[in-house]
């Protein structure tokens, strides 16, 4: 079973900068397309708002396009977020997973956007 690990969340005020970190471990990571996710407390829905295809093809969410980027590293079986411009309404919980999310969710990372 593979596993994903999120990392480097945070609390930052509005208008500052995170980089979210997956590490996923086994080898099928560099043939699925990865995604981060994001679940807002006592919704049951995770929101996708990044994607990044295994040649480097990427797709935000309207809600963070020019804001968030997504990167991958296949031969390090880790894909990142940059999040720049963070506002309040960016707090969540964030993870990533295939997208389709088709293996196990990891623990996921607060990020957290306050004054």
């Known amino acids: 079973q593979v596993q994903l690990v999120e990392s480097g969340g945070g609390s930052v005020q509005p208008g500052g900068s995170l980089r979210l970190s997956c590490a996923a471990s086994?080898?099928?990571?560099?043939?699925?397309?990865m995604g981060w996710y994001r679940q807002a407390p006592g919704k049951q829905q995770r929101e996708l708002v990044a994607t990044v295809t295994t040649g480097g093809t990427t797709n935000y969410a309207g809600s963070v396009k020019g804001r968030f980027t997504v990167s991958r590293d296949n031969a390090k079986n880790t894909v990142s977020l940059q999040m720049n411009s963070l506002k309040p309404e960016d707090t969540d919980v964030y993870y990533c997973?295939?997208?389709?999310?088709?293996?196990?969710w990891g623990q996921g990372i607060q990020v957290t956007v306050s004054s």
């Open positions: 086994g080898s099928i990571f560099s043939i699925k397309p």
């Open positions: 997973n295939a997208v389709p999310p088709t293996m196990n």
